[in-house]
Every structure is written in structure tokens, then in C-alpha cells.
């Protein structure tokens, strides 16, 4: 599979999480003391502290400076910020009392604040310097505004005041800080490294579900490279970083819309709990509620892009309960179907919960606003991330688990199936270990699977797996897997066969395993409403005996498990001498094939003698095929063969076809007779078959009516309704339909009064030895009356002697065939005997002009 080297297993992602915290531990443990104590005060500088709250927007910075009413605080965290248009100015006396010139800096958190102007007044009243900041100011942010802060300096003993103007639609809290030089620097440098970190575990993060996305098309992996970007870019606007990038418009554009940024990752936190807990595999109504969750959260994030952010806010504070309320939901629906999942995925937003509760207490003002405050969220979110493809991980991990599981196990039996026991086979063949493999088949279940439920044939089942391990529980027999509870040593190939392995080579002690197997399993199993006899067979293959690749030995069992259904042993070994002669067959399906296109094939006539006058009555066409390697193969065989592999009706009509030409040539040469063809009962299934016929029959101008189509007794029973359709038409071109070896199969008076037959043809058994055979006599006797009260012409086959024909005239049969008159002949051997056998010299017989009539 091309998506594993994407996809590490748990150890690894394990370790790497590990090592991240790890590493982050050991950097705060070791750059904690690096962190200068952020003050609002610096040592040796006085700060006194002073606030106005403009309400009205409209105060300029000349009334501000010289006749707004200050209100002294002891420290900036005092202000009493609020959501709202308000603008708050600060004034900051300061005096240095140092001698020595002083290097500040005044360091903002304001990455939000949409507008904040800061003015430096000497202790005369003249304006030293001005500074523009925020997101919505011409100038924005850049690269070296990062953290955002404005450095001034100081004179020995030097007094100045600082005038802050601060605007925001949003969350106007902002600490102020007084730092020296050197300690913002190297507070600049210590964040910058924090940021960077950040950044790329998130890149590498995203990058890493998006390629793993693109090899297996798996939703879940895109919308959480989505959520982790979206979570970058928002954290980005919030502490002003994402300037390093975006542009500074597009982050300008980020910073001023990061309410819509909150939706946007609330509906992708839905999405993904939705597709991670696999909610979206069923329809339900939980389903339907994520789906209008998803509908009502883009549908705020979309109309906070017009709201004022203070409004959008109030929005999404509100949001929030039924937000957490729908996630707990999906968790404990998920718990209740598999908790590793459920707890996965609530240890995996653990941190983000936990840390995520700081940004609203910052803006509140419940805690204090320190660094670790301000990015405990930020630290909480790559900790979430990790962890969430850790657990996406091992997600895939246990889908790839159960994916296995379902390519090697039965789903029904939960055993190993057939690509289990090839594979130990395999194992096998390579150490050279001599074997027996093995398949049982439960018998008659293919036949009686369509009547059990689902649940009873679940029972049953488990009922017959529970007595095979039981009698498989052998040091002999090969266990295959190794499972939770207990060792495996049956594998299920189909539903009601299954394979294992003895691991022997003694045919006597391996036989007498399997009798005994065969033995325990015959019981009977309990269902509803009936109980079922649990009976079966078993066919063995051995290694190396019967070959040396595990497809071969599979086969070559099952082909002697199916030898079992036509004995009543029920353990049986290949039979390679048997199989060798199955093999012979099947190579002659071909040929068979190539036979009747090629008309390769030959008729025999065999001539039926009319026992009332002694003439020539017809004869009955045998099909004979000399195979140009084999010789003459016997009907039986390849008849039987056509059968099997379905050529039956293109060898069936090729002997039409054959017949009705020779029956064409017959006529021209004066000879008028009657010829008898074999059909099946599958021959009465081809379609309009008496159509074909009288096709054929105006192809070669030859009446239907010198035609008799032979029947056996279990074509009659094959399919009634369309065997009498059949028939019915047959009589409408005047071709007779005879019974044939009448005795031998289903023998039903009922068939005989219904169905419009014209002849029965008595087996050649009751034939054979009837001279010297009473009882047959009386059978024979019999079966003519009966069929001569029917209307019905009598033929009897197999008449090998005088004194039996005579018999046979005496009761009174009409017609006779066998060695006494003729062996089968060849079509022109068949000729020279109705030279020498008619007394009179052939005449030309006038053709009919209609097919159905009858002449000559």
C-alpha cells in the first residue's frame, strides 16, 4: 500500500509526542529564569498612572491633554476595559531617577487593538515623538513591530509623560509594561523562539494530515489539516505573529475578523468530531442535528464578517454551551459503541479544554495577565494537536486492524478464513514439514442455508465451529492462529466448509483422526422450530505427496471432498489416478467444441424393424466421435462431458441439423424412413426448440413428420408445464415423441395418461435374457398392454436373438432393434444394408410442399 510510509504506528507517534513535551519542559525549565519579570513599573523610574474613558469617541488629544479629568490607578491591570466603542486614555508620568541616561521600553500585548496612538511629552509640555499602532492604522503591523512595543529614552533625572490612546471593537484589554532595553530584547528574542516552534509544529501538522489526506481521500484528515490551519491563523492574529506569514493586509484582515475565525474552528471541531467518531456511517438523528449545527455555525461565521466584532462576540459566548453540549453527545454516543475512540478523542482535547478557559478570564479580568496566561491557550493547542494525530494515528491504526481482521476472518463464524490457511500453508511448505490439509463440509447446507434466519444460522453455525474445535482439539492439528481467548485451528473457507490441518503424514492414524472427527460432529443442533442433523465429509490432500504449492493442495482437497457426495465414505483422500481421468475429461471439452463447429463428429444408424411386416422401419441416429488422439471415445463420456459444462443443446442440434441431411439424402434415393433422436431434458429448455426444428427441416425440404424425438423418463419430470407446451407444438408438425428406456427411471402412469406421447420404448434391460425369464416376460407383457390401451406404439431395444422377437410379436410390440436385425452402421454402411434388406429397388419419393405432412 502506498499510503503506509505515511502513516507511522503508535510507538512512534507516541515517542514523538513524548519528546515534544519533553523538550518543552526542559526549555521552560531551563529559559524560565531568562523571562525578565514583566511590571508595569522599571527599577529606578517612578510611574504614575492615570485614566479617561472617552464614551463619546470625540475627544481630541489637545482636550485630553489639557483638560480631561485623570483618574489616578496604582496599576494598569486596574483599568475597568469593556466590550464596547469606548476609547480609554492613559497618562503615565514618568521620572528617571537615575543619573544615568535610561533606555525604556513600554511593551504592549495589542496585536487586537484596532487603534492605539502613543504621545511623549517633555516635563515642558513639547511633544518629543508620536507612535501610530494597531491593526486598523495605516501603517499595521510589520515584521519589526513583533512583540508590538515603543522604545524611548531618558536623561538623567529627566521627568516625561506618555499619553496612550487606546480604540478597539473588539477586546480592548491591554497590559502595559516598562522594561529596560536589554530585557525586552531578550524577551523578544525568547518569544520569537516560542513562535517559531509553534508555527512549524503546526505546518508540519497540517502538511502531515494533508498528505496522508491525498493517500487515502479519508474526509477526516483534510478537515483537521483545515482545523489546524485555521488554528494557526487565529492564534497568529491574536498575538500579532501571523505577520511572519501572511501579508500584513491579510493579516490586518485576519486580526480585525477573528470572531469569524473562533466559528470557523467550532464548525470544523463539529465536522471533524463528526467524521472521527464515525456519527456520519449511520442515519440517524444525531446526524441530522450535526448537520444543522454545521449550518448554524457557518452561518454566524459568515455574518461576523459584517457584524461589529463586540456584537459577533456576544454570539459566540453564547454559542459555546450548546457547541460543548452537542461534542459531549457525539462522545457518549461513540463511548457506548467503542470507548477507545470516546477516550482517545477526550484526552486528545483535554488540553485545549483545560487551557481554553484563560482567554475569557484574561479579558474578564478573573487572572492575572502574565505570559503564561496570555499563551497557556496557545500551548494547550499544540499539545491538542499532537495529541489529536496521535490519536488520529492510532484511529487508522485500529481501521487497518479491523480492515485485516475482515480479510482474514469469516464474519459469521469469526474464524480465519481461506487467505489465513493458504498463508500457514505456505509456512508450512517453506520448513518442509509433511501435512495433511484438510476441508469438511457440513452436508446438505448449501440446501438448507435459504430457510434459517440470520440468527439461527448464526447458531447454527457457532453451534458446529464449538464441536469442531472440540474435536479438533488435537496436538496433531495445526493451530493457525493464536487468538484472545483460545488457539484457532479451523478456518472457514465458505459459509458451511471449513479447512484445517494435520500435521502428519501416517494415513492410518490421519484417517482414523478424521472418522473420529466425523463421529463427534454427528449430533443433532437445536433451532426454533426444528433440529438440524449436524453430518459432513471430509477431503484430504497431502504435502508433498499431492504437490508442493498451497493452491494446488487446496484444490486438490476440495476435489476429493466433492468425491465424497457420490459415495457413502465420508473421509477421502485425493485420488490422483481419479483426478487424472477427471483431468482427461475436461482437456476433451475443447476438442468437443472444435468437434461440433468443425462437423467432426459422425451418426451411426441403427435400424428399427417393424415386427408386422418385417420391413425397415427406420432407424435410431447414435452419435459417434472419433478423437483424432484418443480414437473412438464413448458416448456416455462426452455426452455426459456436454452436459456438465453445458454444450448439450449445440450437440443436440448439430444431430438435428446432421439428421435431417441425411434424412434429405434418404428420400432422394427413394428410401422414406423414420429416424429416432436422443433429446435431454435440458434440450426441452432451448428456447422455441420446435421453431429450430421446422427451421431446419424446410432448410434441408424434408417433412417434420419422418422425424421421432426419444424422451427419458426423467425429462418428465424435469419441467411438466413446458415439457407439455413442448410436446403440443411438436404434434402440430406431426413429429412423434417417444419415451425412452421406459422402466428405468421415474415411471409415473400420470405423465403417461397426461402428456400427448406417441411411442414408449421398453429398456433394453427388461429385454436382455427375456426367453428364459418369466417375471421379465410378464413385465413386458404388461407394459405393452398398458401402452396399447394408451394408444401408444411399443419399441423394445436390445433384441439380440430370434426367439425373443418372436416373444415380443406375440404380445404384440410393434416395433424391434438390436444385434439380431443390425449393429449401429455408419451412414453408408447404413445405406448398402436398405439395398440389401428392402425388396424392391428405391424409388424417388415426391417431396412435400408443406412442412408437417407426411409421405412415403
Not at 330 to 337: A, E, H, P
Not at 380 to 408: D, N, P
Not at 573 to 589: H, K
Given at each position: 500500500m502506498t499510503f503506509q510510509s505515511l502513516i507511522p504506528n503508535r510507538t512512534l507517534w507516541v515517542s514523538v509526542t513524548l519528546l515534544v513535551v519533553s523538550l518543552f519542559a526542559i526549555a521552560g525549565g531551563r529559559f524560565a529564569g531568562l523571562f525578565p519579570s514583566l511590571s508595569s513599573y522599571a527599577a529606578n523610574v517612578g510611574v504614575n498612572y492615570g485614566y479617561f474613558v472617552d464614551s463619546t469617541n470625540s475627544h481630541i488629544l489637545g482636550y485630553v491633554k489639557d483638560s480631561a479629568i485623570f483618574r489616578n490607578i496604582d496599576d494598569p491591570k486596574d483599568m475597568p476595559w469593556e466590550l464596547g466603542k469606548k476609547t480609554y486614555w492613559v497618562k503615565m508620568d514618568i521620572d528617571n531617577f537615575d543619573s544615568e541616561h535610561r533606555y525604556l521600553t513600554l511593551y504592549f500585548d495589542t496585536p487586537m487593538i484596532d487603534r492605539l496612538n502613543i504621545y511623549q511629552y517633555s516635563q515642558d509640555g513639547e511633544e518629543i515623538q508620536r507612535w501610530h499602532l494597531g491593526d486598523s492604522t495605516p501603517q499595521g503591523y510589520s515584521q519589526w513591530d513583533m512583540p508590538p512595543a515603543v522604545q524611548f529614552t531618558l536623561d538623567g533625572f529627566e521627568s516625561s509623560t506618555i499619553y496612550l490612546q487606546v480604540f478597539s471593537t473588539g477586546i480592548p484589554v491591554m497590559p502595559i509594561w516598562l522594561l529596560d532595553a536589554?530585557?525586552?530584547?531578550?524577551?523578544?528574542?525568547?518569544?520569537?523562539?516560542?513562535?517559531?516552534?509553534?508555527?512549524?509544529?503546526?505546518?508540519?501538522?497540517?502538511?502531515?494530515?494533508?498528505?496522508?489526506?491525498?493517500?487515502?481521500?479519508?474526509?477526516?484528515?483534510?478537515?483537521?489539516?483545515?482545523?489546524?490551519t485555521t488554528a494557526l491563523v487565529q492564534l497568529g492574529a491574536i498575538h500579532g505573529f501571523g505577520i511572519y506569514l501572511f501579508p500584513a493586509p491579510l493579516q490586518t484582515f485576519f486580526s480585525n475578523n477573528i470572531v469569524a475565525l473562533t466559528f470557523g474552528l467550532f464548525l470544523l471541531s463539529l465536522v471533524f468530531a463528526h467524521l472521527y467518531l464515525r456519527v456520519h456511517k449511520n442515519?440517524?438523528?444525531?446526524?441530522?442535528?450535526?448537520?444543522?449545527g454545521v449550518m448554524v455555525l457557518g452561518s454566524l461565521m459568515l455574518i461576523s464578517f459584517a457584524l461589529p466584532e463586540h456584537i459577533s462576540g456576544t454570539f459566540l459566548i453564547a454559542i459555546q454551551p450548546l457547541f460543548y453540549g452537542l461534542i459531549g453527545v457525539?462522545?457518549?454516543?461513540?463511548?457506548?459503541?467503542d470507548k477507545r475512540w470516546s477516550s482517545m478523542f477526550i484526552f486528545s482535547w483535554l488540553p485545549l479544554v483545560v487551557t481554553g478557559i484563560f482567554p475569557p478570564l484574561l479579558v474578564t479580568g478573573m487572572v492575572e495577565y502574565t505570559l503564561l496566561t496570555r499563551y497557556a491557550f496557545?500551548?494547550?493547542?499544540?499539545?491538542?494537536?499532537?495529541?489529536?494525530?496521535?490519536?488520529?494515528?492510532?484511529?487508522?491504526?485500529?481501521?487497518?486492524?479491523?480492515?485485516?481482521?475482515?480479510?482474514?476472518?469469516?464474519?459469521?463464524?469469526?474464524?480465519?478464513?481461506?487467505?489465513?490457511?493458504?498463508?500457514?500453508v505456505d509456512k508450512l511448505i517453506s520448513k518442509n514439514m509433511h501435512f495433511n490439509l484438510c476441508c469438511f463440509e457440513i452436508g446438505r447446507f448449501s440446501s438448507l442455508a435459504p430457510y434459517m434466519s440470520a440468527e439461527e444460522k448464526l447458531y447454527f453455525i457457532g453451534e458446529v465451529c464449538a464441536k469442531l474445535d472440540g474435536a479438533l482439539d488435537s496436538d496433531a492439528v495445526h493451530v493457525l492462529e493464536s487468538g484472545f481467548q483460545q488457539p484457532h485451528r479451523v478456518a472457514c473457507i465458505k459459509e458451511g466448509q471449513f479447512g484445517f490441518i494435520v500435521l502428519s503424514s501416517d494415513s492410518e492414524k490421519v484417517a482414523l483422526l478424521l472418522s473420529s472427527v466425523i463421529d463427534e460432529l454427528d449430533s443433532y443442533v437445536q433451532l426454533n422450530h426444528f433440529a438440524l442433523r449436524v453430518q459432513g465429509a471430509i477431503g484430504t490432500s497431502l504435502y508433498p505427496k499431492d504437490g508442493n504449492v498451497s493452491d494446488v493442495l487446496f484444490n486438490k482437497a476440495l476435489q476429493a471432498l466433492t468425491e465424497t457426495s457420490s459415495t457413502a465414505k465420508k473421509v477421502r483422500?485425493?485420488?490422483?489416478?481419479?483426478?487424472?481421468?477427471?483431468?482427461?475429461?475436461?482437456?476433451?471439452?475443447a476438442d468437443l467444441r472444435k468437434a461440433i463447429d468443425n462437423d467432426e463428429l459422425e451418426l451411426y444408424h441403427q435400424a428399427q424393424i417393424d415386427l408386422r411386416t418385417g420391413s425397415i422401419h427406420g432407424s435410431e441416429v447414435l452419435l459417434r466421435w472419433d478423437h483424432p488422439?484418443?480414437?473412438?471415445?464413448?458416448?456416455?463420456?462426452?455426452?455426459?462431458?456436454?452436459?456438465?459444462?453445458?454444450?448439450?443443446?449445440?450437440?443436440?442440434?448439430?444431430?438435428?441439423?446432421?439428421?435431417?441431411?441425411?434424412?434429405?439424402?434418404?428420400?432422394?434415393?427413394?428410401y422414406s424412413r423414420r429416424l429416432s433422436i436422443n433429446v435431454s431434458a435440458s434440450d426441452i429448455a432451448i428456447p422455441n426448440l420446435v421453431d429450430k426444428i421446422a427451421d431446419i427441416a424446410q432448410t434441408y425440404n424434408v417433412p417434420t413428420g419422418l422425424l421421432s424425438l426419444e424422451l427419458t423418463e426423467s425429462t418428465m419430470v424435469s419441467d411438466y408445464d413446458r415439457l407439455?407446451?413442448?410436446?403440443?407444438?411438436?404434434?402440430?408438425?406431426?413429429?412423434?415423441?417417444?419415451?425412452?428406456?421406459?422402466?428405468?427411471?421415474?415411471?409415473?402412469?400420470?405423465?403417461?395418461?397426461?402428456?400427448p406421447f406417441t411411442e414408449l420404448k421398453i429398456d433394453r434391460s427388461f429385454i436382455t435374457g427375456l426367453p428364459s425369464n418369466p417375471r421379465q416376460q410378464n413385465i413386458v407383457r404388461a407394459t405393452t398392454e398398458m401402452a396399447k390401451s394408451l394408444g401408444l406404439m411399443v419399441v423394445a431395444e436390445g433384441v439380440e436373438d430370434l426367439e425373443t422377437a418372436v416373444i415380443l410379436k406375440r404380445y404384440g410390440v410393434d416395433i424391434a432393434q438390436g444385434y439380431h436385425y443390425s449393429r449401429p452402421l455408419s451412414f453408408s454402411q447404413y445405406l448398402l444394408y436398405l439395398k440389401r434388406v428392402c425388396h424392391q429397388m428405391p424409388v424417388s419419393v415426391k417431396k412435400p410442399r408443406r412442412l408437417g405432412s407426411q409421405s412415403g
Open positions: 536589554q530585557e525586552f530584547h531578550v524577551l523578544s528574542q525568547l518569544l520569537h523562539t516560542v513562535w517559531g516552534g509553534f508555527i512549524a509544529i503546526m505546518l508540519v501538522v497540517a502538511s502531515y494530515n494533508l498528505a496522508v489526506f491525498i493517500s487515502l481521500k479519508e474526509r477526516v484528515y483534510l478537515v483537521y489539516a483545515g482545523y489546524v442515519q440517524s438523528l444525531l446526524r441530522q442535528v450535526v448537520h444543522y457525539l462522545i457518549w454516543r461513540r463511548w457506548n459503541v496557545m500551548f494547550g493547542t499544540v499539545l491538542a494537536v499532537l495529541f489529536m494525530a496521535l490519536a488520529l494515528a492510532e484511529r487508522f491504526r485500529q481501521q487497518r486492524e479491523e480492515s485485516v481482521y475482515q480479510l482474514t476472518h469469516d464474519a459469521m463464524s469469526a474464524k480465519p478464513n481461506a487467505n489465513v490457511l493458504l498463508m500457514v483422500a485425493y485420488d490422483s489416478l481419479n483426478n487424472f481421468n477427471r483431468t482427461l475429461n475436461m482437456s476433451l471439452v488422439k484418443f480414437g473412438q471415445v464413448s458416448p456416455e463420456v462426452f455426452v455426459k462431458l456436454a452436459e456438465g459444462v453445458g454444450l448439450i443443446n449445440d450437440l443436440t442440434l448439430w444431430v438435428i441439423k446432421r439428421a435431417f441431411y441425411q434424412q434429405s439424402k434418404l428420400i432422394e434415393l427413394g407439455n407446451n413442448v410436446i403440443e407444438k411438436l404434434s402440430k408438425f406431426d413429429i412423434e415423441v417417444s419415451i425412452d428406456d421406459y422402466g428405468t427411471g421415474y415411471s409415473s402412469l400420470t405423465y403417461l395418461s397426461q402428456l
